[in-house]
């Protein structure tokens, strides 16, 4: 996650975006490498008459290389959140897509919302007059309680809007 917070003395804005430290350039030569490996094993024991390997060698590579595509493409994923004196605003983006949700910042609540069982995670959500957006799915649960408290610093209870000049 990476979080840049440019403050003025009218809005705040904090940017995250997920961690995606495999370049696209590790990621080829760590694909080649095990395609390699892979083929040559299955190759080695084709000649020794196990050849029904090969296709299940293959199968596992598209499933590898389709995992790989996945996991890069979260590296052009942001959200935006924006808070001014009077509105919140989220802005996601991603490759091929850009929404924005504006809330009003007075009656605006943010969220940490339990998860459902223990292998689910919690979602951090921005709600107002019976809209929310989530924010931050891609985060840690520490770095998403983190995220939360600082938001409810920022924005507030409903009926409240604390002073955007003060210290976060």
């Known amino acids: 996650m990476r979080m840049i917070a440019l403050v003025d003395a009218n809005e705040l804005c904090i940017e995250i975006c997920p961690n995606c430290s495999l370049s696209v350039r590790d ?3 760590f694909f080649g490498s095990l395609c390699f490996v892979s083929f040559a094993i ?3 024991l084709a000649v020794q008459g196990y050849w029904p390997i090969l296709p299940f060698a293959g199968l596992e590579m598209v499933a590898l290389g389709w995992a790989l595509k996945v996991s890069l493409a979260r ?3 942001r959200q935006t959140i924006i808070v001014t004196d009077a509105d919140v605003s989220v802005e996601s983006q991603d490759r091929s897509y850009c929404s924005q ?3 009003p910042r007075h009656w605006s609540q943010v969220k940490l919302r339990r998860p459902a069982s223990r292998l689910h995670p919690s979602r951090l959500t921005i709600e107002s007059h019976g809209r929310q957006c989530e924010l931050g799915s891609f985060l840690t649960e520490e770095e998403r ?3 939360a408290l600082r938001l ?4 507030g209870r409903i009926n409240e809007s604390p002073s955007l000049a003060q210290p976060l």
Do not use: C, D, H, K
Not at 152 to 155: E, K
């Open 145 to 147: 309680r983190g995220l």
């Open 42 to 44: 299955a190759g080695m």
């Open 101 to 103: 949700v504006v809330f």
């Open 152 to 155: 409810q610093r920022l924005v």
């Open 27 to 29: 990621a080829v030569m």
């Open 75 to 77: 590296r052009f994923y």
